[in-house]
């Protein structure tokens, strides 16, 4: 099985998201899948020019020269696409939607009737397979992922993939924080990074992620009062040492 991961957090392996998205990618390689990691952020893609060439001048292909030459192959072999992103204005960071944009050559110019929807051929030789969420958001509430959730879903059917689920980490910059500076042990929170390495691991080897795994990583671990009196406090700290 091979599973292609696009980190779009510009910290890449010091954000929060890869909090998640590391140990998650672990499990899947110990259930005997072949993973690879790329960070957005490392390359070189420019903005789709809507020119439509990889439709008819160059069909499959596109005209532009970058590093989407390496990463749509690896797309088009792999049987799981997992997307990393944190929520940035309520959806996946420029890097991500700028590379996945970029995904129109998988698909053929005409259209089929698919799922009572209107919607592009995938071209021959594309597998059809699952997609993953990764994401830590900044706010306490779990609404604040819906938006994202449901373009994940919408490029999902779009592909003629299967959206296979999401592992989602509110107020993600508090618990890698808390962490960090041993407010919070690690056995504290270990549970849900070793539920974000079981999710992996159940994808590849189940074909599905359990409701139960995915909630141990989306679980409380402060209240709301609690997170926004850190978080406040984190903030005026930052303040007064930047004006001293």
């Not at 420029?94 to 998988?106: A, N, Q, V, Y």
């Not at 919607?119 to 994202?148: Q, T």
Request: aromatic share 6%; net charge neutral; hydrophobic share 40%.
């Amino acid at each position: 099985m091979k599973v292609i991961a696009i980190n779009g957090s510009p910290m890449m392996d010091q954000g929060n998201t890869a909090l998640l998205l590391n140990p998650f990618l672990e499990g899947m390689r110990e259930a005997g899948a072949e993973v690879e990691l790329f960070y957005a952020k490392k390359l070189k893609i420019n903005q789709c020019q809507g020119c439509k060439n990889c439709f008819f001048s160059t069909p499959g292909k596109c005209s532009q020269k970058d590093d989407m030459e390496v990463v749509l192959p690896k797309l088009a072999e792999a049987d799981i696409w997992v997307f990393a992103t944190p929520v940035y204005c309520d959806g996946m960071t420029g890097r991500l939607k700028t590379l996945i944009e970029r995904m129109l050559p998988l698909k053929e110019p005409a259209y089929e009737l698919r799922d009572d929807h209107l919607r592009h051929p995938i071209r021959a030789g594309v597998k059809r397979g699952k997609v993953v969420l990764v994401s830590n958001c900044g706010y306490w509430e779990m609404d604040n992922f819906d938006p994202l959730i449901s373009q994940i879903e919408a490029i999902s059917k779009s592909a003629d993939r299967e959206f296979a689920g999401a592992l989602l980490r509110p107020y993600g910059y508090i618990l890698g924080k808390l962490v960090q500076v041993g407010s919070i042990s690690d056995s504290q929170v270990g549970d849900i990074f070793d539920a974000a390495k079981e999710a992996g691991r159940q994808l590849v080897a189940d074909g599905k992620m359990s409701s139960e795994t995915l909630k141990v990583v989306s679980r409380q671990v402060l209240s709301r009062e609690e997170f926004m009196d850190q978080i406040n406090r984190a903030v005026q700290l930052k303040m007064g040492a930047e004006k001293g």
